[in-house]
């Protein structure tokens, strides 16, 4: 059974850190592109980062520079290390495919960026 399990949000003060785990399911984890995607109340989805099997990775605009998207492959995780955080970086944080499957999507973990 497919699984993805994010984990690693929280409220955090504009220009904090954190960093968000995506534990998959070792069936997908060494085959698949894996991404992170966010969605901020009334907004659509987005696609945030990805990193394929071989550790390239892509990010979108907005978080270039303070981001960082990695994999550990001995844990079949994900991590998404987000610094210099924003107000506008507020969002539910969810894990997929670069491709996505809607079977695939978990619970999500909610990021707040607030004073």
């Known amino acids: 059974q497919v699984q993805l399990v994010e984990s690693g949000g929280g409220l955090v003060q504009p220009g904090g850190s954190l960093r968000l785990s995506c534990a998959a399911s070792?069936?997908?984890?060494?085959?698949?592109?894996l991404a992170w995607y966010r969605q901020a109340p009334g907004k659509q989805r987005e696609l945030v980062a990805h990193i394929d099997t071989s550790g390239s990775t892509n990010y979108a605009d907005s978080v270039k520079g303070r981001f960082t998207i990695s994999r550990d492959n001995a844990k079949n995780t994900v991590y998404l290390q987000m610094n210099s955080l924003e107000p506008g970086d507020t969002a539910r944080y969810y894990c997929n495919g670069l491709r996505v499957r809607p079977s695939w999507w978990g619970q999500g973990t909610q990021v707040t960026v607030s004073s």
């Open positions: 070792a069936s997908i984890f060494s085959v698949h592109v």
